[in-house]
T-cell receptor, first 113, second 113 residues
């Protein structure tokens, strides 16, 4: 069974540009989560989808971040326009149900110059 | 408030030594789940263990063992006879049955040959 996959693995962009991260959850997992780890700090929750519906996006830093999960399969996280403080590793995770183990993808390393 | 504290920022040991990574958690919920994840240099988050709050039995898996003590709100992780391949950042995490997993800051383990 394939795990959570994320694309791209790395992205280097300039301040003000737009970047879109993609996450493909484990097949059959309705719950999809985005997390972020800024350099040296904790991994922090960004938002959660159940199928295509956003359940909670309380962790989203600001309105420059937009997450979607059209069709309830893969999800995208767009940062527009990117700022220097957006640099970090963006992790996606999925689980079958709430409280169950969240399996993480390899992360996307974003560097904003 | 929910919180996970990993007081050890970095630990350095010599191969074959035993090492214990500490984790202290805070929650008012009676039902919760604790996790350990490993982040090797390649960057992905690898699930190691999930323990629910009603099961205080210690667990052993090969060279890994976990000591869960509700009385001290701790969920410590011990690696016996450490190996160079154990070098990674280890995260302790807490989930109270919902969508958000709260992570500790991580402990970076260096195992020297």
């Amino acid at each position: 069974e394939a795990g959570v996959t994320q694309f791209p693995s790395h992205s280097v962009i300039e301040k003000g540009q737009t970047v879109t991260l993609r996450c493909d959850p484990i097949s059959g997992h309705d719950n999809l989560y985005w997390y972020r780890r800024v350099m040296g700090k904790e991994i922090k929750f960004l938002l959660h989808f159940v199928k295509e519906s956003k359940q909670d996006e309380s962790g989203m830093p600001n309105n420059r971040f937009l997450a979607e999960r059209t069709g309830g399969t893969y999800s995208t996280l767009k940062v527009q326009p990117a700022e220097l403080e957006d640099s970090g590793v963006y992790f996606c995770a999925s689980s079958q149900s709430l409280g169950e183990t969240q399996y993480f993808g390899p992360g996307t390393r974003l560097l904003v110059l | 408030a929910q919180k996970v504290t990993q007081a050890q920022t970095e630990i350095s040991v010599v191969e074959k030594e035993d090492v214990t990574l500490d984790c202290v958690y805070e929650t008012r919920d009676t039902t919760y789940y604790l996790f350990w994840y490993k982040q090797p240099p390649s960057g992905e988050l690898v699930f190691l263990i999930r323990r629910n709050s009603f099961d205080e039995q210690n667990e052993i898996s090969g060279r890994y063992s976990w000591n869960f003590q509700k009385s001290t709100s701790s969920f410590n992780f011990t690696i016996t006879a450490s190996q160079v391949v154990d070098s990674a950042v280890y995260f302790c995490a807490l989930n109270t049955g919902g969508f958000k997993t709260i992570f500790g800051a991580g402990t970076r383990l260096f195992v020297k040959a």
